[in-house]
């Protein structure tokens, strides 16, 4: 497959969720041949746990030894490849043509021996490629492109204040069985790249020694094991259980952002997050409750509600977090969350909208939440059924707010194909039945301005949000990045309705692709929580 040859393994669990991809550098002898390849896949363990965790394993081909290749190895490798692994499990994303969609935020690199040296040198080359990485008995030997410009590859085009060093890329290492000055070095070297102090900590783990520094949630790290390893397939299951399902690099960057995340199975057994079902349509809808911390559902009834929906592909488990709405609520104490999972992992117009109004009863059942101020909060592919659940059920909300959504409805999108250019026949007469009937919806639109699959300038829903708050055409700069962290990528213009207060806005941030940093949460909480539908009202109450 593709050049130079890989030795590739599918899992037959991979399917609706995003896909890891595990690259491996075998150590010479094993990568000289296809044959060799395999045999270590299977010796090593990582293809056992590539099954494990629904993962593509990729292995490179290295005939000449790792010397000869060149350390863009892995980025070409992955543009060449990510559309190519077809389902094994009958399972993929709506759309996709059976092919397997392999995140450009979980990428992981592992190497041994030679193999280890050369993904050394890989990540001094291209350390905003991979989550994590592990390297057993081998380091890198070429710092020096540590000095060169970062490639940036998540945008293609940064603007002209984006200035970070490939030394300055935080990342997260694991070092096992280095010999002392080759550690020490890489230690030194990657510790600076996150910003913290490279002689780290005694933190044991497993009963193995280790020396660890880090961050302050741990995304970022550099982890020494000290000793003799090798292939055993042990040290797979460990790097594989322990680092590679815990850390993300989020796209919200021209080099993205570490972050920690849990696991599939632990987000379904935290008590962080109480999972309930909504029956609706003949489907179930499961959805996860986020009372803030400490707090029990006794406490928390009459706190408004505030949903965050997935986009395309990216389930609960693991979108939860990334938007920061939990961490907001524990922080306020001022609302409830709740992240649905949607059936197959894709939202769609002509299915999934009477959800809401289903989990919203629940909601009000079992945790006694003020209907009157619940808001409407998604992501890309739940950005557009955000926009559509606003309109069909406007009674429901007090407020919207889509982030990165693609300029047309769902049905249209997965459906007409990339040619489409208006809206379909179900949204429109969706939105010209809400507009007729009267109906405020105050909505606050979040852009990424290096973002290629959702522009502010293609957002056909603007017109419609503008008409139905009463608000004029021109728009105004609004200061309200003072006090956010990244507040200086915030571009915002606010359209101000009859009673002076801003109801619609649109927010673009700097140098951001299809991603989002934890502070548009807070400033989009500061937008929506001042609105409140009073029960049968067409309009919404502007709460000081």
Same mark, same amino acid.
Not at 63 to 87: I, M, N, Q, V
Not at 224 to 250: D, K
Not at 500 to 516: L, S, Y
């Given at each position: 497959?593709?050049?130079?040859?890989?030795?590739? +393994?599918?899992?037959?669990?991979?399917?609706?969720?995003?896909?890891?991809?595990? +690259?491996?550098?075998?150590?010479?002898?094993?990568?000289?041949?296809?044959?060799?390849?395999?045999?270590?896949?299977?010796?090593?363990?990582?293809?056992?746990?590539?099954?494990?965790?629904?993962?593509?394993?990729?292995?490179?081909?290295?005939? *000449?030894?790792?010397?000869?290749?060149?350390?863009?190895?892995?980025?070409?490798?992955?543009?060449?490849?990510?559309?190519?692994?077809?389902?094994?499990?009958?399972?993929?994303?709506?759309?996709?043509?059976?092919?397997?969609?392999?995140?450009?935020?979980?990428?992981?690199?592992?190497?041994?021996?030679?193999?280890?040296?050369?993904?050394?040198?890989?990540?001094? *080359?291209?350390?905003?490629?991979?989550?994590?990485?592990?390297?057993?008995?081998?380091?890198?030997?070429?710092?020096?492109?540590?000095?060169?410009?970062?490639?940036?590859?998540?945008?293609?085009? @940064?603007?002209?204040?984006?200035?970070?060093?490939?030394?300055?890329?935080?990342?997260?290492?694991?070092?096992?069985?280095?010999?002392?000055?080759?550690?020490?070095?890489?230690?030194? %070297?990657?510790?600076?790249?996150?910003?913290?102090?490279?002689?780290?900590?005694?933190?044991?783990?497993?009963?193995?020694?280790?020396?660890?520094?880090?961050?302050?949630?741990?995304?970022?790290?550099?982890? @020494?094991?000290?000793?003799?390893?090798?292939?055993?397939?042990?040290?797979?299951?460990?790097?594989?259980?322990?680092?590679?399902?815990?850390?993300?690099?989020? *796209?919200?960057?021209?080099?993205?952002?570490?972050?920690? #995340?849990?696991?599939?199975?632990?987000?379904?057994?935290?008590?962080?997050?109480?999972?309930?079902?909504?029956?609706?349509?003949?489907?179930? %809808?499961?959805?996860?409750?986020?009372?803030?911390?400490?707090?029990?559902?006794?406490?928390?009834?009459?706190?408004?509600?505030?949903?965050?929906?997935?986009?395309?592909?990216?389930?609960?488990?693991?979108?939860?977090?990334?938007?920061?709405?939990?961490?907001?609520?524990?922080?306020?104490?001022?609302?409830?969350?709740?992240?649905?999972?949607?059936?197959?992992?894709?939202?769609?117009?002509?299915?999934?909208?009477?959800?809401?109004?289903?989990?919203?009863?629940?909601?009000?059942?079992?945790?006694?939440?003020?209907?009157?101020?619940? $808001?409407?909060?998604?992501?890309?592919?739940?950005?557009?059924?955000?926009?559509?659940?606003?309109?069909?059920?406007?009674?429901?909300?007090?407020?919207?707010?889509?982030?990165?959504?693609?300029?047309?409805?769902?049905?249209?999108?997965?459906?007409?194909?990339?040619?489409?250019?208006?809206?379909?026949?179900?949204?429109?007469?969706?939105?010209?039945?809400?507009?007729?009937?009267?109906?405020?919806?105050?909505?606050?639109? $979040?852009?990424?301005?290096?973002?290629?699959?959702?522009?502010?300038?293609?957002?056909?829903?603007?017109?419609?949000?503008?008409?139905?708050?009463?608000?004029?055409?021109?728009?105004?700069?609004?200061?309200?990045?003072?006090? $956010?962290?990244?507040?200086?990528?915030?571009? #915002?213009?606010? %359209?101000?309705?009859?009673?002076?207060?801003?109801?619609?806005?649109?927010?673009?941030?700097?140098?951001?692709?299809?991603?989002?940093?934890?502070?548009?949460?807070?400033?989009?909480?500061?937008?929506?929580?001042?609105?409140?539908?009073?029960?049968?009202?067409? *309009?919404?109450?502007?709460?000081?």
């Amino acid at each position: 497959m593709g050049t130079p040859p890989v030795y590739s +393994y599918i899992s037959t669990k991979a399917g609706h969720d995003p896909v890891k991809t595990l +690259y491996l550098c075998a150590p010479e002898r094993d990568a000289a041949t296809l044959e060799g390849l395999e045999a270590f896949a299977r010796s090593s363990g990582w293809q056992d746990m590539a099954e494990e965790l629904a993962a593509v394993l990729v292995m490179p081909l290295a005939p *000449k030894g790792w010397e000869a290749e060149s350390p863009d190895l892995f980025l070409d490798l992955y543009r060449r490849t990510c559309r190519s692994f077809h389902t094994r499990s009958g399972q993929s994303i709506r759309g996709s043509g059976g092919v397997l969609w392999c995140w450009e935020t979980i990428l992981y690199l592992a190497g041994y021996e030679e193999g280890a040296a050369f993904a050394g040198n890989a990540l001094v *080359k291209c350390p905003n490629l991979f989550a994590a990485t592990a390297l057993v008995n081998g380091a890198p030997g070429d710092y020096a492109p540590g000095e060169e410009p970062s490639s940036h590859w998540l945008v293609p085009e @940064v603007s002209e204040n984006y200035h970070r060093k490939n030394k300055e890329t935080p990342v997260a290492l694991w070092l096992f069985g280095q010999d002392g000055d080759a550690a020490r070095r890489a230690a030194e %070297y990657f510790a600076r790249a996150g910003g913290f102090d490279p002689q780290g900590e005694e933190a044991p783990l497993h009963g193995l020694p280790s020396a660890l520094c880090q961050d302050g949630d741990g995304a970022a790290q550099v982890r @020494v094991f000290p000793g003799s390893y090798g292939s055993e397939p042990g040290l797979a299951q460990l790097i594989a259980r322990e680092l590679f399902c815990h850390v993300i690099r989020w *796209k919200n960057s021209p080099d993205g952002t570490l972050a920690r #995340v849990d696991s599939r199975w632990e987000f379904y057994h935290s008590p962080k997050y109480v999972r309930h079902t909504a029956h609706t349509g003949g489907l179930d %809808y499961d959805f996860f409750v986020h009372l803030p911390a400490g707090m029990t559902a006794k406490e928390a009834a009459g706190l408004p509600l505030v949903f965050t929906v997935h986009g395309r592909g990216e389930p609960a488990w693991m979108f939860t977090s990334k938007t920061g709405w939990d961490a907001l609520a524990d922080e306020t104490r001022a609302f409830v969350l709740v992240s649905p999972d949607s059936p197959g992992n894709i939202w769609v117009m002509d299915r999934d909208l009477e959800a809401f109004p289903e989990m919203i009863r629940v909601m009000a059942e079992v945790y006694a939440i003020d209907t009157s101020r619940v $808001y409407l909060t998604g992501f890309s592919n739940g950005a557009v059924i955000t926009r559509e659940a606003g309109i069909t059920h406007p009674q429901c909300f007090a407020a919207i707010s889509p982030w990165n959504g693609p300029g047309l409805d769902s049905v249209t999108l997965y459906e007409a194909g990339a040619g489409a250019k208006e809206c379909g026949p179900v949204y429109r007469a969706a939105e010209e039945r809400f507009l007729a009937e009267g109906w405020e919806l105050p909505c606050f639109f $979040y852009y990424g301005d290096r973002d290629n699959k959702a522009m502010p300038d293609t957002n056909l829903f603007l017109p419609a949000m503008l008409r139905a708050n009463r608000c004029g055409e021109a728009g105004e700069t609004l200061d309200t990045a003072a006090g $956010y962290a990244g507040g200086d990528r915030f571009d #915002v213009t606010g %359209y101000r309705g009859p009673d002076g207060q801003v109801r619609v806005a649109v927010t673009v941030m700097e140098n951001m692709p299809h991603g989002a940093v934890n502070d548009e949460s807070r400033a989009c909480w500061e937008q929506l929580r001042h609105f409140r539908r009073p029960e049968g009202s067409r *309009k919404v109450e502007f709460l000081p």
